[in-house]
C-alpha cells in the first residue's frame, strides 16, 4: 500500500474576524517547526485575502469552503472556482452536510462543484456521511456509497486528485466520535469503492471529519484508512490545532 503523508484540514466554518484570524495563524505559525504533516485551513470567502497573505511562505495550504457549480454570470453571491485559484486557494470543501442540510445541496450538485474545482487546479475535499437515523436503520455503507458514487461518475478520469471526508452528521458540533473501528469501517468501504473506480485510489487521502480533537487524534488518526480530519471547532484554537499537527506527524 502507498504511505499516504496525513492531511489536516482546520474548518473555520462561519467563524473569524480580522484580528482574530491574525492572532490564530501567527499564533500556529510560531509552532509549525516540528510539522511535517500536510495542513490547510478552510475559511470564509471574504477573509481568503488576508488569510493569502498570512499564510505566504509558509507550510499552511489556503482552502475555501464551498465553491459555485457555476463558471461564472449572473449568480450575485456566488464565487467561481477561477475566482478561489485567484487568491492561491489549494483545496477547496465540496457537499458538507451543512451545505447539504440547509442549502439542500443535491449529490448531483456536489459532484459539478468537484468537477469545477478540478478544471481549476483546486483539490475539492468531497465530504460524505450519515445521519443517526440512517446509521440506526443499518444505512451508512448505502449512503456513504451513493453520496461518493456521484461524485465519482462526473469526475471518473481524474478521481485520483480528490481529498474525501468522511462526517458522519451524528458526530458534527455534538461532541460525539465515532469510535475508531466505526471510522475505519466506513474509510475502508470509501476505498473499496475508489479502489474500484481507479488504479490510483491508494494515493486518495480520505479524512475523518466528526469532532476530532486533540484528545481523540491520535487513535482515529492510528486506523490504516484514516489518513488525515477535517476539524472544526479545534482549528479555532491554536494550541490544539498544533497539538493535532504534531500528532498527525508523528
Known amino acids: 500500500m502507498t504511505m499516504r ?6 474548518n473555520w466554518k462561519m467563524n473569524g474576524s480580522l484580528v482574530a484570524n491574525a492572532s490564530l495563524v501567527n499564533a500556529i505559525l510560531d509552532d509549525i517547526a516540528t510539522v511535517n504533516c500536510r495542513a490547510a485551513v478552510c475559511v470564509p470567502a471574504v477573509f481568503l485575502a488576508q488569510l493569502q497573505a498570512l499564510l505566504a511562505g509558509s507550510c499552511i495550504g489556503l482552502g475555501a469552503q464551498d465553491v459555485s457549480a457555476h463558471a461564472s454570470g449572473a449568480y450575485t453571491g456566488e464565487v467561481s472556482a477561477d475566482m478561489l485559484r485567484d487568491f492561491a486557494v489549494r483545496y477547496c470543501i465540496v457537499g458538507h452536510s451543512e451545505r447539504r442540510q440547509y442549502h439542500a445541496e443535491s449529490d448531483a450538485l456536489v ?22 437515523a440512517e446509521r440506526d436503520a443499518g444505512q451508512t455503507e448505502h449512503v456513504v456509497k451513493r453520496q461518493l458514487a456521484a461524485v465519482i461518475h462526473a469526475n471518473g478520469h481524474c478521481i485520483s486528485e480528490i481529498v474525501v471526508a468522511y462526517e458522519p452528521l451524528w458526530a458534527i458540533g455534538t461532541g460525539l466520535t465515532a469510535t475508531p473501528e466505526q471510522a475505519q469501517q ?38 490504516p484508512d484514516v489518513d488525515g480530519g477535517l476539524i472544526g471547532g479545534a482549528a479555532l484554537k491554536a494550541p490544539d490545532f498544533l497539538s493535532m499537527l504534531k500528532t498527525a506527524s508523528r
Open 5 to 10: 503523508s496525513k492531511l489536516m484540514v482546520g
Open 111 to 132: 459532484a459539478i462543484k468537484a468537477q469545477r474545482a478540478l478544471a481549476a487546479g483546486i483539490t475539492p475535499i468531497v465530504c460524505v456521511g450519515e445521519s443517526l
Open 186 to 223: 466506513v474509510h475502508a468501504v470509501l476505498r473499496a469503492q475508489l479502489q474500484a473506480a481507479s488504479s490510483h485510489a491508494d494515493l486518495i487521502s480520505i479524512l475523518y471529519g466528526g469532532s476530532m480533537n486533540a484528545a481523540n487524534a491520535a487513535e482515529l488518526l492510528a486506523q
